[in-house]
């Protein structure tokens, strides 16, 4: 462990606690800002001014992961899918772009918000790490609540099966890697060291199908069949326009 870190991160301790109810703030704070200036010139601002706040967090945090001093292949490489998730929010935040908004929605509400419940963090604070940890997984959730229910970017069936498609290309080409590479990013090769719901549902590689069939179900179940009643009245709304 580099000597910048003091302590060892622990899941469920009191720090855990207050990061987490900093978090469950953010969201709603996220979502009541989105709502306040939605389809405003302030909109267009706070979105763009987000979106390179995200940015310079994460450049910043990949520049301090590729130093000597840092460096770990295992670890440094921007390919956990929350890193494409990043990417996808800081694209949403400044083009309003569905798909891009709709993949930070999926993987924000679920695999993200698994990784801040138990979180693989080997290094406590205040290592750099901890920080851009905690600020990109938070920031990945707290958009897609910003886009989603503050914003109305909500989800469709079509943004449904292209969500799934770019997670499926992903963990196709990181696996990969991780073969070529001897890495695990996504966890795809092997489960991590810390307990996590992975745990739950058998050994590789059968977890990772478990995984994919639990994601794909709760994508389409919980976090897609809901918008369907507010999506046929937003269309009924436009065609009275008409």
Excluded at 145 to 151: A, E, I, M, V
Aim: proline share 5%; hydrophobic share 50%.
């Amino acid at each position: 462990m580099s000597p910048l870190a003091t302590t060892r991160f622990e899941a469920f301790s009191g720090e855990h606690l207050v990061l987490l109810a900093i978090f469950l703030a953010g969201l709603v704070v996220a979502a009541a800002r989105g709502r306040a200036h939605r389809n405003t010139g302030t909109e267009v601002r706070v979105r763009r001014t987000a979106a390179a706040a995200l940015a310079g967090v994460a450049v910043a945090m990949q520049a301090y992961q590729l130093t000597p001093a840092d460096f770990d292949i295992d670890t440094s490489l921007p390919l956990a899918l929350c890193d494409v998730a990043t990417v996808s929010a800081v694209i949403a935040l400044w083009t309003r772009d569905r798909r891009a908004a709709a993949f930070t929605y999926y993987v924000g509400l679920t695999l993200t918000i698994q990784g801040i419940l138990t979180p693989s963090l080997a290094e406590g604070f205040p290592h750099p790490r901890y920080f851009g940890f905690w600020a990109l997984h938070f920031c990945v959730v707290w958009t897609a609540s910003y886009l989603t229910w503050g914003l109305g970017l909500t989800p469709t069936w079509r943004m449904y099966r292209f969500a799934v498609l770019a997670t499926a290309t992903w963990a196709v080409t990181v696996f990969c890697f991780n073969v070529v590479a001897d890495t695990n990013y996504g966890y795809l090769n092997a489960k991590p060291g810390s307990a996590s719901l992975l745990d739950l549902m058998g050994p590789w590689p059968w977890y990772v199908l478990v995984e994919v069939a639990v994601i794909a179900a709760a994508w389409a179940a919980l976090l897609t069949l809901p918008w369907r009643p507010a999506t046929r009245r937003s269309v009924e709304r436009q065609a009275e326009r008409i």
